[in-house]
């Protein structure tokens, strides 16, 4: 039995076999070819270039009619690089004077051109590296030599071990398969870390090495509430996991009572306790959960879970689908939030040293009006079906602000000109996730219906840390004494600025931090629909008096830490039906 400790990002506990996916390229062994054998070598290497050859040549030209000539070329590159003379050249000579297989040829010659790329230090052609393996990986599966991940075809329930899962593997993960997942890499406000919660599949991310010594089949507990990874347990440890995952079971049974229950303090103080969802299914979840309405809608998943860009009527279709799904209550959808972890079909920014710091959020829309455009459309008409309101992510200037705001406002004209059924008067608000955007908030406060604090990248941008990065994910905590003092200052320009402030990072959905927050006169919270009967719990036993006194005291503590071990007493103290041995 071996136990590692990483980054809980997904509550809960799961027991089953693992799946260990091998991202960090191939292994393809060295079998050596009898020269009578190199012919059929080369017949081998022959059909599976040309299967290679016509599929990108297929993708080069579906993704021309969707994205433009330009990205369609990028398949046409790599499809001369596969017909490169020079390549096959090679590959003959290791085939027939070295006697190695077809596979193993591709594998050495490709990675070498690669590594080859790679030292040249020029991002342009280490970009090329990566279209280089790409043909690899492609040949080696035509050959046999590698199977595609297995994660498509599931028939029993699994634990995926992964070096890294991007917020889009995991958010094609088979529900009804996959229990739960761990990851070498990761922190705790990554989007896969967000996914995983959506998809309330418990998870930790963070482990450092480990999978190496892990085989598929292995039996692995993942404590997605402790961030423990218990490889091959013996079985009084399983058996207390069991137990705990029957307590946890118990607990959000009797937590499921509290559905028709308002989120209203002991003292008579209603909070809107709202869902944020990635996909309209979670709409189901949020309703039977009670959730006042959907306080952030992560519209770009709508582009990482599918295979082609979304077109206009797929953002229409789903925008509907959640509004109608909420009777009435309200939808925030938030405008597409790609760049940086979440990327989309086609290249939208290339070469990016810092992607956090770079062309993401509203900046990549902005300038990707044929990206925007369709979405901002979408969102109008869909409007006629309820309470839609949008929001702009990462809001940081003026200017984008209002170039956002234009942008609305010419595509309402352009609907108006068409004839197309659509509302434009619905309310327009804004993230607050960058220091910037709090420092100027007065200024912002002028021109938006409400302000919602995106606590994530708050956390980020005024600590200097990568949300996702395991080594500093200790640094990365939005109950640093800093980010307080930015969302007190918020809570204060809200109020006099009668704007309405709700809070929908992760945050809001740590019982504790929630409290905290109350005390600081937040009364708007959005959480996952998992989180809500926890938060509404906590809520319900508290008293608004009490959370102010709390926020008095945790304002004077100097560092993270310390704030997290009061607000943990406090939840004992308070909650105590919310801790599970
Ligand atoms: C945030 O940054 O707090 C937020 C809610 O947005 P996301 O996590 O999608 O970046
Ligand atoms: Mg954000």
């Known amino acids: 039995m071996i136990e590692l400790q990483g980054i809980p990002v997904s509550p809960g506990v799961a027991i089953g076999p693992a799946l260990v996916l091998d991202t960090e390229g191939y292994r393809v062994p060295n079998i050596l070819v009898p020269a009578g054998e ?13 299967a290679v050859g016509s599929r990108l040549r297929e993708n080069q030209a579906s993704t021309s009619a969707a994205a433009g000539e330009d990205t369609g070329n990028i398949f046409a590159a790599q499809l001369q690089m596969l017909n490169d003379p020079r390549l096959h050249t090679e590959l003959r000579r290791r085939i027939q004077n070295d006697h190695e297989s077809a596979a193993y040829a591709v594998n050495r010659v490709l990675q070498n051109y690669a590594g080859a ?28 030599a590698v199977s595609r991940p ?3 075809d599931l028939t029993e329930p699994t634990i995926v071990l992964a070096r ?4 889009s593997e995991t958010a094609n993960l088979d529900r009804d398969h996959v ?48 961030g423990r990874v218990v490889v091959d347990p013996d079985e009084e440890t399983i058996a207390s996991y069991r137990k705990r995952r029957k307590a946890r079971v118990s607990l959000s049974e009797r937590l499921a009572e509290l559905h028709e229950l308002p989120a209203e303090t002991a003292d008579g103080v209603r909070v809107r306790l709202s869902a944020n969802i990635e996909f309209p299914h979670e709409t189901k979840a949020a309703v039977a959960r009670g959730a006042d309405g959907i306080g952030l809608y992560r519209t770009e998943f709508l582009y990482l879970s599918s295979e082609e860009e979304p077109s206009e009527e797929d953002h229409y279709n789903a925008y509907s689908e959640v509004v109608r799904a909420m009777h009435g209550r309200p939808v925030v959808i938030r405008t597409l939030d790609l760049g940086a972890d979440k990327m989309g079909h086609r290249p939208l920014a290339e070469n990016e040293h810092n992607p956090c710091l770079g062309l993401r959020s509203i900046r990549l829309s902005l300038r990707n009006l044929d990206l925007f455009r369709p979405q901002l459309r979408a969102i109008l008409r869909a409007a006629v079906h309820g309470d839609i309101r949008v929001m702009f992510p990462l809001i940081t200037t003026i200017a984008e602000l209002r170039q956002a705001r234009m942008l609305l406002n010419l595509v309402a004209e352009d609907l108006k000109d068409a004839d197309v059924p659509f509302r434009s008067d619905i309310p327009v608000g804004m993230m607050v996730e960058v220091p910037a955007a709090v420092i100027m908030l007065d200024m912002f406060a002028k021109e938006v ?9 708050l956390a980020q941008y005024t600590l200097a840390v ?9 640094l990365y905590q939005s109950s640093d004494p800093a980010v307080l003092r930015l969302i007190q200052s918020c809570v204060k320009i809200s109020k006099s600025s009668d704007v309405p402030l709700s809070v929908c990072g992760e945050m809001s959905s740590m019982p504790g931090r929630a409290l905290l927050l109350l005390g600081l006169g937040v009364r708007s919270l959005s959480v996952p629909p998992s989180a809500i009967p926890t938060i509404k719990k906590t809520i319900r036993s ?40």
């Not at 560092?559 to 909650?575: K, T």
Request: proline residues 3%.
């Open 38 to 50: 190199a012919e059929g070598e080369f017949t081998r290497l022959y059909h599976a270039c040309k």
């Open 117 to 144: 790329l790679r030292r040249l230090a020029n991002p342009l052609l280490a970009d090329r590296a990566e279209d280089v393996l790409d043909i690899e990986k492609q040949l080696l599966f035509e050959l046999g």
């Open 150 to 152: 297995p994660l498509a």
């Open 164 to 167: 890294t899962l991007t917020p």
């Open 179 to 226: 229990q739960g997942f761990c990851t070498e890499t990761g922190g705790s406000g990554g989007h896969t870390a967000i996914v995983a919660k959506g998809l309330e599949l418990p998870a930790v991310v963070g482990i450092g090495r480990f999978i190496d010594a892990v085989s598929n089949g292995t039996l692995i507990i993942v404590d997605g509430d402790r």
């Open 449 to 457: 219906d409400f302000l919602s604090i995106g606590t994530n990248d």
């Open 466 to 474: 990568d949300r996702g990065n395991e080594y500093v994910a200790d």
């Open 542 to 581: 508290v008293s608004i008096t009490r959370c102010e006194e709390i926020a008095k005291r945790a304002m004077t503590l100097e560092a993270a830490r310390e704030v997290d071990m009061y607000l943990l007493n406090q939840i004992a103290e308070l909650v105590p039906e919310l801790v599970v041995e």
